[in-house]
């Protein structure tokens, strides 16, 4: 191996942890939605809030964001978001003292505005560490360390936020209670800080190694987001991530309540968690299965990563897109157990979408990859936008009928992967000089 070779694999591995701690935090979430919709006594709506607050900052602090990097470069970009993650982490210790369900959704901003620089930073920068003919192997198998820690974060999350306090034998209104459950908040935060300060001192270490094997960073309006605007396949790809991307993120939020009412005592999953029978799930085993759904997506990518070496992507996406929607219509008009092994069987299916929509986009472009990639990260607030939805359908309709908006959203991701089978692809030229 070649000393430019070693250094693009040194690169590689460096930003892979990227996506492993973001999707850590990001899912995170999923057990604090339930948490604080307990503690605060709120609807689903008002409790999905979370995720607007924290998909929010893809929409504002995007454009900023990869200004950010383009100025400062991707290694002291990557670290500042790091800083920015550990200030808003250290924001809900204050939130939970005061008992202000407002100020948790503030810190919950802040922690998604360093991953947003995060995101703009790391989604180019694994998909160019490489020959250009892999960018999809590589963009999915970072993807893949992502839903490692998609998977994890559930798990413990629940067994910190969703156990005893206000969960426990004791009455839900108790003072004491409620103070045990917010308390509990703070230390799935603390662990968080921690992670994310292990994180930034590999970061530190390694910064100048990535940015030696990173592509050159141009600026000029042809690297602002808004002359992919001008793109129909920049603008139709932002589309499909918004819409996945809610619709992942739809369904993660809910899932924990969902299961709760819908998994039986005899239930393998429940089994597995608890190694006995029982009635019905607990919250925090409900919250523990939510990693099932993550895991699927897990799995998904390592699959989707030998696939995609023999199949054409667009057909893989298309395949993905139309199971994910039938399991979602399936979950509408099913109960109990059946439905509750669609809904985390959905996983599976979300596993390839992101990356594959992703670098799709990429090709068929008009824009600078830079101006695209702003874009396609800024559609990410589909993850604040569709939730909300769900929940007013859900507090309307009920958890069931909730499902049929995620469904829409991947019939129409079904349609882009269509679409992009007779696109145009658009050459360019690879910059390979360092960044600075």
Not at 301 to 324: E, H, P
Request: include cysteine.
């Amino acid at each position: 191996m070649t000393k430019q070779n070693r250094s693009l694999v040194v690169a590689f591995v460096t930003v892979t942890t990227l996506f492993f701690a973001w999707g850590f935090i990001t899912q995170t979430i999923d057990p604090l939605i339930a948490s604080v919709r307990a503690i605060f006594k709120l609807s689903y709506t008002e409790a999905l809030l979370t995720q607007f607050a924290f998909f929010m900052a893809y929409g504002i602090v995007s454009l900023p964001g990869a200004a950010l990097v383009s100025k400062v470069g991707y290694g002291r970009a990557i670290v500042f978001a790091l800083l920015t993650m550990i200030l808003g982490c250290l924001v809900i210790p204050l939130a939970t003292h005061l008992g202000t369900y407002a100020l948790v959704l503030v810190a919950l901003f802040i922690i998604a505005s360093g991953i947003t620089v995060l995101q703009v930073s790391a989604n180019p920068l694994a998909a160019a560490l490489g020959p250009p003919e892999r960018s999809h192997f590589r963009l999915l198998l970072s993807q893949t360390f992502n839903s490692l820690g998609t998977v994890l974060a559930p798990w413990v999350g629940s067994h910190i936020m969703l156990r005893g306090g206000v969960f426990g034998d004791g009455a839900a209104d108790d003072a004491a209670s409620r103070a045990q459950s917010l308390r509990d908040i703070d230390t799935a935060f603390i662990v968080i800080i921690v992670m994310i300060a292990l994180l930034t001192l590999l970061m530190v270490r390694f910064r100048k190694v990535m940015e030696s094997s990173a592509p050159t960073l141009v600026e000029g309006p042809k690297t602002s987001v808004f002359t992919a605007l001008s793109s129909r396949w920049a603008v139709f790809g932002a589309l499909a991530i918004f819409l996945y991307v809610g619709a992942e993120v739809a369904i993660g939020s809910i899932l924990t309540n969902f299961l709760h009412g819908e998994v039986s005592g005899d239930n393998v999953l429940l089994g597995l968690l608890r190694g006995e029978g029982a009635s019905r799930a607990t919250l925090e085993e409900a919250g523990k299965m939510v990693s099932f759904y993550w895991g699927g997506a897990f799995v998904g990518r390592i699959i989707g990563s030998a696939l995609l070496v023999r199949l054409q992507a667009w057909k893989l996406l298309t395949v993905n897109a139309v199971v994910a929607a039938v399991l979602c219509f399936l979950v509408s008009q099913s109960g109990g157990d059946v439905s509750a092994y669609a809904a985390i069987i959905i996983g599976l299916f979300n596993s390839i979408m992101f990356p594959v929509i992703f670098t799709l986009t990429l090709e068929r472009s008009t824009a600078s990859q830079a101006a695209t990639s702003g874009l396609l990260c800024m559609a990410i607030v589909g993850g604040a936008i569709l939730p909300l939805l769900v929940g007013a359908v859900a507090d309307f309709a009920g958890l069931h009928t909730s499902f049929l908006v995620p469904m829409v959203a991947y019939a129409a991701i079904g349609f882009f992967a269509i679409s992009a089978r007779k696109a145009r692809l658009v050459v360019r030229e690879r910059a390979t000089s360092p960044a600075h």
